[in-house]
C-alpha cells in the first residue's frame, strides 16, 4: 500500500485536536474508511476534505452522529442527482444543436 497517499489516525487526530474515538465512531457509521498498514489505523489523503466537514458538523455545529450520518447520506444523494440532471442537461444541449 502506498503510505504516501495515507495519514495515521493518531497523527490526524494530533493536526486536527480530535479524539481518536470520533475517528473510530465516523469508521462504525461506515461515513470514512480506515486503512490498516503494519499495525497502524491511517485514513486516505483523499478522505481529509470530507473529515474536516464532518469535524465541522460534530464539534461546530454540535450535530450527534446519527445526525451527521442522515446529512451524509442526503449530500450524497444530492450530488448524485445534481451529477444526473447535469448530464441530462448536456444530452439536451447536444440534440438542440442538431
Known amino acids: ?6 495519514i495515521s ?3 490526524f487526530c494530533s493536526l486536527y485536536k ?3 474515538t470520533f475517528i473510530t465512531s465516523l469508521y462504525e457509521y461506515e461515513l470514512i474508511e480506515i486503512t490498516t498498514t503494519e499495525n497502524t489505523q491511517c485514513v486516505r489523503v483523499t478522505q481529509l476534505k470530507n473529515i474536516e466537514k464532518l469535524i465541522r458538523f ?3 455545529m454540535d450535530i450527534n452522529l446519527e445526525g451527521i450520518h442522515a446529512i451524509s447520506n442526503l449530500l450524497n444523494k444530492v450530488e ?3 451529477n444526473e440532471i447535469k448530464k441530462l442537461h448536456n444530452k439536451i444541449e447536444f440534440y438542440e444543436s442538431k
Open 1 to 6: 500500500m502506498d503510505r504516501e497517499n495515507l
Open 9 to 11: 489516525v493518531q497523527e
Open 18 to 20: 480530535v479524539p481518536e
Open 58 to 60: 460534530h464539534f461546530e
Open 80 to 82: 448524485i442527482l445534481q
